[in-house]
């Protein structure tokens, strides 16, 4: 069993920065691939950003390259979400996500622990 638990979400203006955290815990937690997705209200849940257990190989949705940076700290059992030139198209619920692999890191179906997520709010 794996646990997540996100910290970081906050009111920030467009153009802002934002740094969330995902704290792991649990066994083999740093042996997990990581992701994040997001969820709006009214839509659904969707894929922003992956890394492997290693921090080796990432993977980004077109709506956040360039513009996102997903890193971990395997010693810290913490994963970040750099979310920089925020929209207002960004507010949304973050949610961290553990997975088995890179690739299926980036499926919400194929997911295996989620956490409580934290919410993000760009003001225009």
């Known amino acids: 069993q794996v646990q997540l638990v996100e910290t970081g979400g906050g009111l920030v203006q467009a153009g802002g920065s934002l740094r969330l955290s995902c704290a792991a815990s649990?066994?083999?937690?740093?042996?997990?691939?990581m992701g994040w997705f997001r969820q709006a209200p009214g839509k659904e849940r969707e894929f922003v950003a992956a890394?492997?257990?290693?921090?080796?190989?990432?993977y980004y949705a077109d709506s956040v390259k360039g513009r996102g940076t997903i890193s971990r700290d395997n010693a810290k059992n913490t994963v970040y979400l750099q979310m920089n030139s925020l929209k207002p198209e960004d507010t949304a619920s973050y949610y961290c996500?553990?997975?088995?692999?890179?690739?299926?890191?980036?499926?919400?179906?194929?997911?295996?622990?989620w956490g409580q997520g934290t919410q993000v709010t760009v003001s225009s």
């Open positions: 996500a553990a997975a088995p692999s890179l690739i299926t890191a980036q499926t919400a179906n194929s997911i295996k622990y």
């Open positions: 890394i492997n257990w290693s921090g080796i190989s990432t």
């Open positions: 649990g066994r083999a937690a740093s042996s997990y691939a």
